[in-house]
């Protein structure tokens, strides 16, 4: 209770949950209108507007290979630091029979 105490009465976490809030409305009030729009001209029935969505594809591929790279290197650092663990725990358990 004394560590929220502190928290609540320290001028530093006041300024980071003012300076959260700006950058998350600022984003919101950005990022709404923005996308609202874009989706309203998508729906548009405009010359060459099937052009314009399927550009919008077009960078999909990509996205997918280069997003597979990373989880594939995430998955092995996860991977190795499990099974050093269980390895670890393993042999511990081994040598306690012999």
Partial sequence: MKNYLVLLQS???????GLTLL?????IAIE???G???????QREIKGIRFFR???????PFLFVAGARS???IAQLLLH???DIIISDWNRALSSYS
């Fill in 81 to 83: 630091i499990t099974l």
């Fill in 32 to 34: 709404v209108p923005l």
């Fill in 36 to 42: 609202l729009g874009l989706a309203l001209l998508l």
């Fill in 54 to 60: 399927q550009s919008q594809l077009l960078w999909l």
């Fill in 23 to 27: 950058y998350a409305l600022t984003v």
């Fill in 11 to 17: 001028v530093d976490f006041w300024e980071s949950l």
């Fill in 71 to 73: 989880q594939r290197r």
